[in-house]
């Protein structure tokens, strides 16, 4: 961090050793974190004379962290003027002291002190902190550095160097390391959750109904989303391969449709085992537009670089991010455009970039688009268009079997924050791209020509994740024909009527009979997204009689939440049915003809 200037002949590059310097420097560095995520940073300094010779009249350092404000120094109790400049790369510290202090092992003790927003984000109860490394380490003959954070925190829940010692009191924790040179990172609390708005803005152009679909934020293995509001609901919701939520409406002609999210996000460091991970498909290894896996550029990189820590760090070292591109539309360059302009990256390109080198190593991968939560926007910039929206990389981590969130982007911008394998909790989904490169498209990004500058995405950390219980129905009702019931043949219906979804959730359809049969019905187990309304046909059969008593039970975290009885008519069959529809027809064209014949009959009798 620091390089010292000043002797008796001022010197920019000064020797390494202190036997070599003259001087021996000694340097404690405090950081003091407060609840809103400012940091005081105090740097003590002891230089003791090794030279009877040597005095030093001059002293400067230099800091990664470029904002920085109210800087003091002190030197004996006495305030000095300190020059500060300041730019994109960090910030440099100069000042001169009034006296000389000379002869051999005559110490003078300053220090400086200033205060940044750029080493720490809070975001409701959690704080995430990335403290600098240090500048030149070889100017220092010791180095002490102590952290202190509000004992509100607590213990941090990911810390990258461990503490020599650890000592806490009623208001802070205190957290000592000795001789740290490399950066310090640390995240206190698993996990924070943020409130949603989202409003997605539709349009039918065509002088016809048209049906159009949206991406709703998923949950994912990191996330879990829980929603208050979706107005209007939509026809239906699926999950796509990719793990997207699809929720379909219909607009008649030149209709305008404008639909509201409300939701809560939790998201987490470590994954969540209750939500099923969508496992890579060949698409995940395969060329896409803007990911051009086949091109020999690529291969060679791929050769080079096999693992996805290697291909990250190979994306860091060579993108540079363009802070001048981050306005209004920008054109996506793919994979070969940010090799072939390295110094006009945003989010888009680094993260194009290690998709497709991972790709053409054989490494499942994907795009994650969403929102960034970042105080700092020049350290941690969002840059699509639309709404101030992110994307980064995710590659699936076979030893952990899930798919693991990388930032390369912010990785670059906050020079060396370790975003590989030390990801955050600031990072919202809300939607995959993997089996194509450019489909969903993210909430933010669907706006109409009256709406292109309205805001549709609002994120605000919140303190704390509704806990629901499921409310689902399960109904059993039988299909008619023109009103008839058909023997056997049911309509099964699951409805989620909370705005959760629920995973692996075992569901039984018995009879005690052993001879009744359900055909059509396969399920173990049962998902329901939020609000999802699903149907399916089933036919009950039983050989042996015309009706019976069966039991739909489901089950949810070993307790069973539904358990309805049912009194049913069967198909006398015993064979299982192999065509639906068909059956369906042909049982609805025997059962009218049989009592169309049957009302013949009976005309035929009164008239005898």
């Known amino acids: ?226 929603y208050t509001q979706l107005d209007p609901p939509p026809q239906s919701i699926k999950m796509d391969d990719d793990g997207n939520w699809i929720a379909t409406y219909a607009l008649t002609a030149k209709a305008k449709l404008t639909v509201n999210a409300l939701a809560q996000v939790l998201v987490s460091l470590q994954p969540d085992p209750t939500v099923p991970v969508k496992y890579p498909l060949d698409a995940h290894t395969q060329s896409d537009e803007f990911w051009e896996t086949q091109d020999s550029q690529i291969q060679d990189l791929a050769a080079e670089h096999s693992t996805a820590k290697s291909i990250n760090q190979y994306v860091v070292d060579t993108l540079t991010y363009n802070n001048f591109r981050t306005g209004g539309a920008v054109a996506r360059l793919g994979a070969l455009g940010a090799l072939n302009s390295p110094t006009d990256a945003i989010c888009q390109e680094f993260t194009d970039l290690f998709v497709t080198v991972a790709r053409a190593a054989g490494i499942p991968s994907r795009r994650a688009t969403g929102y960034a939560f970042a105080e700092n926007r020049s350290l941690r910039p969002l840059s699509l268009e639309g709404d101030v929206l992110h994307s980064w990389p995710e590659y699936f981590d076979y030893s952990q079997n899930v798919w693991q969130p990388i930032d390369p982007t912010w990785q670059n911008t906050t020079k060396g924050t370790d975003y590989f394998s030390q990801f955050d909790v600031n990072h919202i989904v809300f939607s995959l791209n993997g089996l194509s490169s450019t489909k969903p498209y993210p909430a933010g990004s669907y706006k109409t020509i009256t709406e292109a500058t309205a805001q549709d995405v609002v994120v605000t950390p919140v303190d704390s994740f509704p806990i629901v219980a499921p409310d689902i129905q399960i109904n059993l009702t039988p299909i008619t024909f023109f009103t008839i019931p058909i023997p056997g043949f049911y309509t099964l219906t699951y409805e989620n009527f909370t705005g959760q979804a629920w995973y692996d959730m075992p569901i039984r359809l018995q009879d005690g009979n052993s001879h009744t049969s359900f055909d059509s019905f396969t399920e173990q187990t049962i998902q329901l997204l939020p609000f999802e309304r699903r149907q399916k046909t089933i036919i009950i059969r039983n050989p042996m009689r015309m009706s019976s008593s069966v039991i739909l039970q489901l089950n949810y975290d070993q307790q069973t939440i539904i358990n309805n009885q049912y009194q049913v008519s069967t198909l006398p069959l015993p064979f299982p049915i192999s065509n639906l529809p068909f059956t369906v027809t042909a049982v609805a064209g025997v059962l009218i003809c049989s009592l169309i014949i049957a009302g013949c009959l009976l005309v035929f009798r009164r008239r005898k």
């Not at 008796?8 to 020797?15: C, F, L, R, T």
């Not at 005081?40 to 001059?58: E, G």
């Not at 924790?173 to 609390?189: D, L, P, S």
Request: with cysteine; charged share 20%.
């Open 1 to 226: 961090m620091c390089l010292a200037i000043g002797s008796q002949s001022s010197s920019a590059e000064p020797p390494t050793t202190s036997s070599e310097r003259g001087y021996k420097t000694d340097l404690k560095v405090i950081y003091k974190v407060d609840r809103d995520g400012k940091t005081i940073i105090t740097q003590d300094y002891k230089i003791t004379n090794l030279d009877p010779t040597i005095y030093i009249n001059k002293y400067g350092f230099q800091t990664t962290v470029a904002n920085i404000y109210n800087v003091k120094v002190n030197n004996n109790g006495k305030e000095l003027l300190p020059q500060v400049v300041s730019d994109g790369n960090g910030s440099t510290i100069t000042f001169e002291f009034p006296e000389e202090i000379v002869g051999q092992n005559k110490e003078r003790t300053f220090s400086v002190t200033y205060e940044t927003r750029d080493l720490a984000t809070v975001a409701g109860n959690i704080l995430e902190l990335r403290l600098p490394k240090l500048n030149q380490p070889e100017l220092y003959d010791s180095v002490i550095t102590e952290l202190r954070i509000p004992s509100y925190f607590g213990e941090p829940s990911r810390i990258n160097v461990q503490a020599n010692t650890v000592t806490a009191d009623m208001t802070e924790n205190v957290f000592t390391f000795t001789n740290i040179f490399n950066q310090i990172t640390a995240i206190f609390g698993n996990s924070q959750t943020f409130a949603v708005t989202l409003r997605y803005n539709l349009e039918n152009t065509t002088a016809g109904n048209a049906i159009t679909q949206i991406a709703l934020p998923p949950d994912t293995s990191w996330q879990k989303v829980h």
